[in-house]
């Protein structure tokens, strides 16, 4: 609804209007919004795909592929545990935690997360993700430039 009334004040020339000049002719006033209409191509529902990339008994850390494109991507990832000291040399992350908390430490510095909390991983920062609670914690990771999984680079553990 809202796109439609920007829409419609930008192809009517409002949009463009100076105070006190003259209203611009809709013919002569060139649109500055383009809307396309394009079919929704991946849709991912969380609980179906956490049914369909379970994490093991066994496991402390898996991370899947949700989708992307070149420029973009978006994981799921799981954390029973401790997700180990690493970085990425060629990407940035995103961190939206979905279920659960735990510790995310940046380089030196902790932060702990709840279900709902954000952070932003520049490229090369060393960090790591400790979890809390029984059940494991679940977040969304988006990535840019893409994330192919060759650019988890871990950390010599002996320094921890």
């Known amino acids: 609804m809202i796109i439609a009334v920007v829409a419609a004040l930008a192809v009517s020339g409002f949009a463009s209007e100076k105070p006190g000049a003259p209203p611009a002719s809709p013919a002569a006033a060139p649109s500055p919004v383009s809307i396309t209409s394009k079919p929704v191509e991946r849709v991912l529902s969380l609980d179906s795909f956490l049914t369909a990339h379970a994490l093991t008994s066994t496991q402390q850390f898996r991370s899947d592929p949700g989708f992307g494109g070149e420029k973009s991507s978006l994981n ?71 994330f192919d999984g060759s650019d988890r680079i871990y950390v010599n553990e002996g320094k921890d």
């Open 76 to 146: 799921v990832a799981q954390v029973r545990g401790n997700l180990r000291r690493h970085f990425h040399a060629k990407t940035e992350e995103t961190v939206l935690l979905i279920r659960g908390s735990g510790t995310m430490t940046l380089d030196d510095k902790s932060v702990e997360m709840k279900a709902g909390d954000a952070v932003q991983i520049p490229m090369g920062v060393i960090h790591s993700f400790q979890s809390k609670g029984t059940e494991p914690a679940v977040a969304v990771s988006f990535f840019a430039p893409s």
